[in-house]
């Protein structure tokens, strides 16, 4: 694929988020003009994070996507994949959220990691991990989409980096050896009625698997995970559409609680 229709196609993901009107999906044309799809997703996603740097934006750590064995199947992969946080993609907990900010925002709720020591190795273990983590935080990811109709395939939620919308961070950090990361317990409720449930295994089996891909992937980029990197792991059930107006609280077993609100009605120009 020539770098010109690589930016043609980066700038279609660009103006569906500035425009406020989702674009078509891009994987036919990834196929069609790519001998490595996968690869070539990415590199449409790196040219919009270094846009958002160029202009000025910081990212703050990393997201993993597809950590559920069950996508995985869906979508014919056999590896999660990630995108970029930036600073600005940040909401404290209880902060009210913009609905208008998002396009086609669906919540979930993860495990967090934060990091206090870079991690550099060519291959990680999961001690490697745990030795690397300061805390743990409960969080809510507001994934969203730029393609319409969230018809996505793998190589458009990469090139989407993928999927990411915005995120909140829970306010009790706690040590890796307060909870049990596999089977603690997640509950998420709209206004009060649960809506999602599932546990720590749904990600990968333990979120600290997912967070040693990335690790791993990120050293071969020549991009290692530095410390006070934020790493959202993956999501521990399913994922549910947020409705403007609502309120959503998850509480993860051992870990603690997180909230968002989303505002009711769109911001006028």
Known sequence: MTQSHLEMLAESLITAECARQPCEPLREDIARYSDNPVETA?????LNVQRRLDAGARIVGRKIGLTSVAVQRQ??????????LFADMAFGDNEQIPIDRLLQPKVEAEIVLVLERDLTFERHTLADLISATAYALPALEIVDS????WNIGLTDTIADNASCGVFVLGNSPTSLSRFDLVDCAMRLTENGVEVSHGQGSACLGNPL??????????VKLGTP????????????GPMRPVRAGADYFAEIEGLGRVRASFSSLEAKS
């Open 225 to 236: 995970l530095r410390a006070g990197d934020i790493l959202l792991t993956g999501a521990l």
């Open 209 to 218: 698997n997912a967070a040693c891909w990335l690790a791993d992937r990120m």
């Open 42 to 46: 990415y590199a449409i996603q790196q």
């Open 75 to 84: 979508l014919g992969v056999d590896s999660p994949d990630y995108g970029c």
């Open 146 to 149: 730029r393609i319409a109709d």
